[in-house]
């Protein structure tokens, strides 16, 4: 592969957005969404990424795997702590098996709101798609907030309440023509009859999962986080936040204006503040057309059942080009239960949470605090007192996941816990959804690895489901969406040393602690050693 060389500058920028005048946002190169990085299979790329914000911030390559270099990761405090102002690092992407879209953000407090962008990573050199198109397009679904994001989530942590959530859904930066002060300036597109497009989605979303849809055209899915996909043909998609769908479409209607809808499952009945965002998919040419174009009918925001019945068609290629390589000989089986609970307010304050507690979230009844240096550097430096390795493979028996609420009686505990695998082992971990709190869906995320999904259902996970697995070709993603009450059973060989976060996409859920840390350890040949970190690491105190 190439060596490829980026420059990111982090910094304000003032903005023009929903009639409001006056804000500035942190962005990378001045620019929402953020810029593209385009690259090959098999490339490396350099970003030097140069912080002249006003707090530290770091960047995280999602569905990258990094093979042996975490480093670069950047997960702030668990890779590495943040870039600080007036500063830069010189990050290194290794791209190695990745094919697809994949996507960059920042990964520091609720910074990612604004500063995220594509990492397209196109076949080889000499390769081809296993699929045909005529042209490409990306497409960065987001949320617009009125106030500083960071400021949201600090105040949120603070009393422990529910954080301001978005005021509308963004495409491409411009929520659409349901919102009269972005009409003019919504996505917008012409496409030529006969023609097939690629469209490259990123879900960048905060907090929502979305349906979309493009109104009378069939779209077929090919790929979804950085790897190929069995052609899915589908009037709607269903992506969550931290996924990547690669979509083809084939201009084949009557020609005339279509909307391109980009709608919310919240999987609750709470009231939404938001409209669905809104694009226009228009033919070239001379024809008579309504002036309103036609919507795609895409399922209710609560509907669960849609929701689930798109994800579990999906399939990798599994071709010759590009085989499955699902785990077969589990030697470490995990299960997660995945939820939503309540802390006790500390005395002496106001909690702003449910019947005054402070919202919490947990991952087998942990719910995780970040330390003040990274667990990067404290675990390859030998710095002990960091975090502890307790982690628990199985969740503790106060759960039941029957949907028993009442049985909450218990806060999480709030620590820093790790959860150690050794080289090489092929790991089974079954996410298990509780009752507790809002249960809503949970788009688990992993990084270091991509996964294979070889099972997922309702309720809870049974051991007769262990027959019923595809072990064949399941998809293979960075993100599972674990549905709301049920579970997802993912397998991966742990070939990748390192320090690799794990949490919900869900940014709520993050920042509550629904979040844990795997430490794979090196195996015993150099070329299976965490790689030596570079000497432009950003400094840890402990005051940062
Ligand atoms: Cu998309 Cu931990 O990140
Ligand atoms: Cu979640």
Redesign the pocket.
């Known amino acids: 592969g190439k060596v490829l060389f980026y420059d990111f500058m982090v910094k304000e920028t003032p903005i023009k957005m929903l009639c409001e005048t006056n804000r500035t946002i942190l962005t990378v190169n001045g620019l929402f969404p953020g810029p593209e990085i385009r690259a090959r299979k098999g490339d490396t790329i350099y970003v030097n990424v140069t912080n002249i914000g006003s707090y530290g911030i770091t960047i995280h390559w999602h569905g990258v795997r990094q093979i042996r270099y975490p480093w670069s990761d950047g997960p702030e405090f668990i890779t590495q702590c943040p870039i600080p102002s007036n500063s830069s690092f010189l990050q290194k992407i290794i791209l190695t098996e990745e094919e697809g879209t994949l996507w960059w953000h920042a990964h520091s407090d609720w910074s990612r709101a604004t500063i995220h962008g594509p990492l397209i990573i196109m076949p080889a050199y000499g390769k081809m798609y296993p699929y045909k198109f005529d042209q490409e397009h990306t497409i960065v679904i987001a949320e617009w907030y009125t106030r500083d994001t960071k400021a949201i989530i600090d105040e949120a942590l603070e009393t422990g309440g529910d954080p301001d959530l978005s005021v509308a859904y963004t495409i491409n930066g411009q929520p659409g023509d349901t919102y009269s002060c972005s009409n003019g300036s919504a996505y917008n597109k012409t496409f030529v009859r006969g023609k097939t497009y690629l469209f490259r989605i990123i879900n960048s979303g905060m907090n929502e999962e979305m349906f979309v849809g493009i109104a009378k055209h069939n779209l077929t899915v090919v790929g979804m986080d950085g790897s190929y996909l069995k052609p899915l043909k589908t009037n709607y998609l269903m992506i969550t936040p931290g996924q990547t769908m690669d979509v083809l479409v084939t201009a084949n209607q009557t020609p005339g204006r279509y909307y391109m809808l980009f709608s919310p499952f919240v999987d609750t009945n709470a009231p939404s503040n938001k409209n669905v965002a809104r694009g226009i998919f228009q033919y070239t040419g001379n024809y008579n057309h309504s002036e309103i174009p036609v919507s795609p009918v895409l399922p209710g925001s609560t509907n669960k059942s849609d929701a689930g019945n798109f994800t579990i068609q999906l399939r990798s290629l599994n071709s010759k080009e590009h085989p499955s390589k699902v785990p077969t000989k589990i030697t470490r089986n995990i299960t997660i239960a995945?939820s939503?609970n309540q802390q006790p307010c500390p005395a002496n304050q106001t909690c702003t949470g449910p019947q005054g507690t402070m919202h919490s979230?947990s991952l087998n009844n942990i719910s995780f605090s970040a330390p003040p240096i990274s667990i990067l550097q404290a675990y390859y430096n030998n710095i002990y007192g960091v975090y502890n390795r307790t982690f628990p493979d199985q969740p503790p028996t106060l759960f039941d996941f029957t949907g028993n609420v009442s049985a909450l009686g218990e806060a999480a505990n709030v620590t820093t816990e790790v959860l150690k695998i050794d080289y090489n082992d092929e790991v089974e971990i079954r996410f298990q959804g509780t009752n507790f709190g809002a249960a809503?869906?949970?788009?688990?995320h992993l990084h270091g690895y991509s996964f294979y999904v070889v099972g997922m259902g309702d309720g809870n996970f049974s051991e007769t489901e262990i027959s019923k697995y595809n072990t064949i070709d399941p998809p293979y993603v960075n993100t599972v969406g674990?549905p709301k009450n049920g579970w997802a059973a993912i397998r991966f060989k742990a070939d990748n040393p390192g320090v690799w976060f794990m949490h919900?996409?869900?940014e709520?859920?993050?920042s509550w602690g629904?979040d844990a840390v795997l430490i794979v350890r090196d195996g015993k040949k150099k070329h299976q050693k965490v790689r030596p970190p570079p000497k432009d690491m950003p400094p840890c105190s402990v005051s940062s």
């Open positions: 995945v939503v979230a809503e869906n949970h788009p688990m674990l919900c996409h869900l709520r859920h993050s629904m």
